[in-house]
């Protein structure tokens, strides 16, 4: 099993006042794997990820990003670091164009400075156009190219969320976060959707996703964790999953 | 708009707009010099609210952070140009030395009795990058708290230094003398450039010679504070249009996302506010040696509100729609002054509405109305798809939920 | 101690003023989050119309106990500071609700630079000697002096403090402003006129600047147009230390800073061997505002919920 652990998560805990939001939660997540966090509403699958990216705190937990401890202390740093993210309502930068978005993205892998930017001296000129031309071909391969210098805000809702994708995948990440990123689509844009999902995963790139349509995450990811109330309640492949009574009474709402 | 500026879209549009108004600005002080030299001084200020307005773009308009204290910067520059460039320093040296000794005397070697006698007098190469400098320094101190305050706090806290830099202004000249107080710094030199001083020789009534040509300080002041303009213009603009350019939209549309995005937030604010603090400075220190005076009247709120102001009527983050906004405010009250007083000598026997309150209502009504009917300002940005060569089809409606 | 007691009792009397007007920013923020920049000047406003209206009554009624004259001015304030700060809500705040942040703020700023201005126009430039219509005898406080001026008005203040808590406390009107102040779409649901709400918020933080504005007049003996803006911040910065949004918390936040600016004006040249005198005193209010925001952004008494992602 020469496997690479991308992302390996363990012991996360997470209070809010008197809510404990994330109890205990691991996670491990193989290279090039699609791997799903699924749970009803208020499970703490957003609140896991913020805490990953680092927009939250954790009480306790450890961080690991390719074999190597991260501290996700900082969205930056973790951005830095490798896990780039989507959100749940999109956030995209509204006024500035899906290419300025997408160019956005590679900020975090380019360095010109203020005197780049000044007396655009020619390695700052070499990097502009590469970023330019890294941003195109993301634009392309998530199926939105023509719209490149369309104001994102314009654009439908399907694909802002490629977009958003298009510009997660531009910081060159070793894990892809998506939340939600299927919400609101009817069922050919979630087709498109999961073409796209896989298409990335061909490329080697490893995904975390977390989604409401079950049947969805069942045909699309090749592991599961089930959060209730925070928990872990069940990992594993989709099949098993499926079977497990606990998670069935999670989602039929059983003594809730 | 017929004037055109996009070079990469149409170039010899944008040339030629570019040609016009070169022409028009040349020509302007010579044409201005037969209706009296008022009118050039008029626009010499106007250049340097120019200045001042493009440095607030940067921090308001690219990324979003409402500066109301940003004639702090202003003023830090010429009082910086102050010490550096009149009798000043003597007499700071000599009262550090009555004060406390032990400390003015130490400066006193270290500075030597020429200073003592009478001040620090570098020339202005010098000068202008080292209150650039200092600008940028105080930006980035007054900026560091105001990292993670929202808009309004923001605006409120900027506006608190503003004031205490005010403040402080004003009260050191007690128990040491640094900026004489209230009475300001005089006698401040104007700029020399290559040996000619722009103020004219002593008894030539403010008119330079050089060789059999003879040119109004004004205008001399005139070509100068243009082509800082051009300067700052050309600098903000390859800003804009950069890594960090985008950085600031990124942060002014969505921190959260931008941070995510791996911007590290905190350092491209700090740069927002210190580049645009430097073109304060700059300014400031024109300001400082143009007027030959420093006081700390000249850097009131009413004075970082006015800024502001022609920033948001222009059309914030819009360099053009800025440069508009600047021209608008600062020189329309002077030419409604001309205006409106005469005539209202004539119809009512005397003025009602001065000048003064007439600017002022003036700034208030552009704020309100402009925020109330034309929010994007007078000349925004063109909308990408508006651009008569846009190679896209017309806009999909949206198939979804809208996004947030 | 002499000093001591006597810079409380300056304190005290600055920081009901502030404490009055704090409460109209903190009620704004309460059910619009926004901050009413044009504040101060509503304040400025209701000193210039106490004025008018105390001069007059000089002439029109000069044995008139100076009480009842004060009364009289305050109540002839009121109305206009009312009148001007629901138009400033109508007509600026009203169709601004829904537009990005900086939009409401600077046309704030724009309204408080007219309303100086009109204010410039009908009262002139120059400071207005405010007349002094109680006995100039003071009272003595172990060992310091009050005015009969400021005794009136601390009374004035925590009369109108007292009904604001009534008001808040025991009214239907009272209940719907808390109401809209915790979840504006839920006292909506509940049957809440938001809109009556918001007039009804201006309305009473209007009230609440004229009682302070005619008593900052009478307190410093003079008025102009420029003298709400420095008044107005320092508020502002109070209410931040009670806790923006927090009624009891603006009062607290105002009187505390009061004492806080009166104590360090007095101290701050022994503190500091000298260097910085008592003309600092203006910096100490944004002072408390840079700390507070930065250590304890919610106040003393607030509980604003962070930001979720």
């Known amino acids: 099993m020469s496997e690479q652990i991308i992302l390996k998560i363990a012991g996360v805990n997470k209070r809010f006042g008197g809510l404990q939001a994330l109890s205990n939660v691991n996670i491990e997540i193989a290279k090039g794997q699609i791997y799903g966090l699924i749970g009803p509403n208020g499970a703490g699958k957003t609140t896991f990820f913020n805490v990953i990216t680092g927009l939250y705190q954790p009480d306790t937990g450890s961080f690991e990003l390719a074999g190597k401890p991260y501290s996700p202390s900082a969205p930056h740093e973790v951005a830095k670091a490798g896990i780039a993210r989507t959100f749940q309502n999109i956030r995209l930068f509204s006024e500035m164009t899906a290419l300025e978005n997408v160019m956005v993205g590679r900020h975090v892998r380019t360095h010109q400075g203020v005197l780049g930017a000044i007396f655009r001296y020619k390695a700052a000129r070499k990097e502009e156009q590469e970023i330019r031309d890294r941003a195109m071909e993301l634009l392309d391969f998530v199926g939105i190219a023509k719209f490149a210098d369309r104001t994102s805000r314009h654009l439908s809702y399907g694909d802002q969320r490629r977009l958003e994708i298009a510009r997660a995948l531009a910081t060159d990440p070793q894990l892809l976060a998506l939340d939600e990123p299927a919400a609101g689509m009817n069922a050919t844009e979630k087709l498109g959707l999961r073409e796209l999902l896989v298409k990335i995963k061909g490329e080697g790139k490893t995904i975390l996703l977390i989604e409401h349509d079950v049947k969805l995450m069942m045909g699309l990811c090749d592991r599961l964790t089930v959060l209730d109330y925070g928990k872990p309640i069940a990992e594993g492949l989709p099949a098993e999953i499926q079977k497990n009574p606990a998670v069935i009474e999670a989602y039929l709402g059983g003594g809730h | 708009?017929?004037?055109?500026?996009?070079?990469?879209?149409?170039?010899?549009?944008?040339?030629?707009?570019?040609?016009?108004?070169?022409?028009?600005?040349?020509?302007?002080?010579?044409?201005?010099?037969?209706?009296?030299?008022?009118?050039?001084?008029?626009?010499?200020?106007?250049?340097?609210?120019?200045?001042?307005?493009?440095?607030?773009?940067?921090?308001?308009?690219?990324?979003?952070?409402?500066?109301?204290?940003?004639?702090?910067?202003?003023?830090?520059?010429?009082?910086?140009?102050?010490?550096?460039?009149?009798?000043?320093?003597?007499?700071?040296?000599?009262?550090?030395?009555?004060?406390?000794?032990?400390?003015?005397?130490?400066?006193?070697?270290?500075?030597?009795?020429?200073?003592?006698?009478?001040?620090?007098h570098l020339s202005v190469w010098l000068i202008v990058p080292i209150a650039a400098?200092?600008?940028?320094?105080?930006?980035?101190?007054?900026?560091?708290?105001?990292?993670?305050?929202?808009?309004d706090y923001l605006a409120i806290v900027t506006l608190g230094f503003g004031e205490i830099i005010r403040i402080f202004l004003n009260n050191l000249n007690g128990p040491v003398n640094i900026t004489n107080g209230p009475q300001g710094i005089n006698m401040i030199e104007p700029i020399r450039i290559f040996g000619v001083s722009l103020a004219g020789e002593a008894g030539s009534m403010a008119t330079i010679q050089i060789g059999g040509f003879s040119i109004p300080s004004v205008n001399a002041y005139y070509f100068l504070f243009l082509a800082l303009c051009i300067g700052i213009v050309l600098v903000t603009s390859r800003l804009q249009h950069s890594r960090l350019g985008r950085a600031w939209v990124a942060i002014r549309e969505d921190e959260i996302a931008a941070k995510a995005m791996g911007i590290n937030t905190r350092n491209v604010k700090l740069l927002a506010f210190s580049m645009g603090a430097s073109f304060g400075g700059i300014s400031g220190s024109m300001f400082a040696a143009f007027q030959g005076f420093v006081s700390p009247e000249s850097f009131t709120l009413m004075e970082s509100i006015i800024i502001l102001a022609?920033?948001?009527?222009?059309?914030?983050?819009?360099?053009?729609?800025?440069?508009?906004?600047?021209?608008?405010?600062?020189?329309?009250?002077?030419?409604?002054?001309?205006?409106?007083?005469?005539?209202?000598?004539?119809?009512?026997?005397?003025?009602?509405?001065?000048?003064?309150i007439l600017r002022q209502l003036l700034y208030g009504l552009a704020m309100v109305l402009i925020m109330l009917n034309r929010p994007a300002g007078l000349w925004p940005a063109p909308k990408h798809e508006d651009r008569p060569d846009a190679d896209i089809d017309k806009p999909e409606r949206a198939t979804g939920v809208v996004a947030a | 101690m002499d000093t001591l007691i006597q810079q409380i009792i300056n304190g005290l009397?600055?920081?009901?003023?502030?404490?009055?007007?704090?409460?109209?920013?903190?009620?704004?923020?309460?059910?619009?989050?926004?901050?009413?920049?044009?504040?101060?000047?509503?304040?400025?406003?209701?000193?210039?119309?106490?004025?008018?209206?105390?001069?007059?009554?000089?002439?029109?009624?000069?044995?008139?106990?100076?009480?009842?004259?004060?009364?009289?001015?305050?109540?002839?304030?009121?109305?206009?500071?009312?009148?001007?700060?629901?138009?400033?809500?109508?007509?600026?705040?009203?169709?601004?609700?829904?537009?990005?942040?900086?939009?409401?703020?600077?046309?704030?700023?724009?309204?408080?630079?007219?309303?100086?201005?009109?204010?410039?126009?009908?009262?002139?430039?120059?400071p207005l000697p405010f007349p002094q219509v109680m006995s100039s005898e003071p009272i003595h406080i172990g060992g310091a002096l009050i005015s009969q001026t400021q005794v009136m008005l601390l009374v004035l203040a925590v009369i109108a403090m007292l009904g604001l808590v009534f008001l808040i406390e025991k009214t239907k009107m009272g209940r719907a402003m808390r109401a809209t102040s915790e979840n504006p779409r839920v006292a909506g649901l509940m049957g809440v006129d938001a809109n009556k709400v918001i007039v009804a918020t201006f309305a009473i933080g209007a009230a609440l600047a004229a009682v302070a504005g005619v008593m900052w007049g009478a307190n410093y003996s003079s008025a102009q147009f420029a003298m709400g803006f420095l008044p107005g911040l320092k508020a502002f910065s109070a209410a931040v230390l009670g806790g923006i949004g927090n009624i009891y918390g603006a009062m607290l936040g105002g009187i505390l800073l009061g004492v806080i600016e009166s104590l360090g004006a007095g101290y701050i040249?022994?503190?500091?061997?000298?260097?910085?005198?008592?003309?600092?005193?203006?910096?100490f209010a944004f002072v408390v505002l840079i700390i507070v925001l930065t250590l304890r952004p919610s106040g003393i008494m607030g509980e604003r919920v962070a930001d979720r992602a």
């Open chain 2, 1 to 120: 708009m017929a004037l055109h500026f996009d070079i990469k879209k149409n170039p010899t549009k944008a040339y030629t707009s570019f040609a016009l108004l070169a022409v028009v600005a040349v020509a302007f002080p010579f044409i201005a010099a037969n209706f009296g030299n008022s009118w050039v001084r008029i626009i010499d200020f106007a250049l340097l609210y120019i200045m001042l307005a493009l440095g607030l773009n940067i921090v308001v308009g690219f990324a979003g952070l409402l500066d109301l204290g940003y004639i702090a910067f202003y003023a830090v520059g010429a009082y910086t140009t102050a010490l550096l460039a009149s009798p000043q320093f003597a007499v700071v040296l000599e009262s550090f030395v009555n004060q406390y000794p032990p400390i003015g005397n130490f400066l006193m070697t270290v500075f030597g009795p020429e200073i003592a006698q009478n001040g620090i």
């Open chain 2, 133 to 151: 400098a200092v600008a940028a320094f105080f930006g980035a101190l007054l900026g560091a708290p105001t990292l993670k305050l929202r808009g």
């Open chain 2, 310 to 356: 022609m920033v948001v009527l222009g059309g914030m983050g819009h360099i053009p729609g800025v440069i508009l906004g600047s021209i608008i405010l600062a020189a329309l009250p002077e030419v409604l002054r001309h205006v409106v007083e005469p005539v209202q000598k004539l119809l009512f026997g005397h003025v009602i509405i001065d000048a003064e």
């Open chain 3, 13 to 126: 009397v600055l920081g009901s003023m502030y404490a009055l007007i704090a409460l109209g920013y903190t009620m704004v923020y309460g059910v619009l989050s926004l901050i009413n920049f044009a504040h101060g000047e509503v304040l400025m406003i209701g000193a210039m119309v106490g004025l008018t209206v105390l001069k007059i009554m000089q002439t029109a009624a000069p044995d008139m106990p100076g009480i009842f004259k004060l009364v009289i001015a305050i109540a002839a304030a009121i109305p206009v500071c009312v009148i001007v700060n629901v138009l400033i809500e109508r007509v600026a705040y009203r169709r601004l609700r829904n537009a990005p942040r900086l939009a409401p703020l600077i046309t704030a700023i724009g309204i408080g630079i007219l309303l100086q201005t009109f204010a410039m126009m009908i009262w002139g430039r120059s």
């Open chain 3, 269 to 283: 040249g022994d503190l500091t061997g000298g260097f910085l005198g008592s003309h600092y005193q203006d910096i």
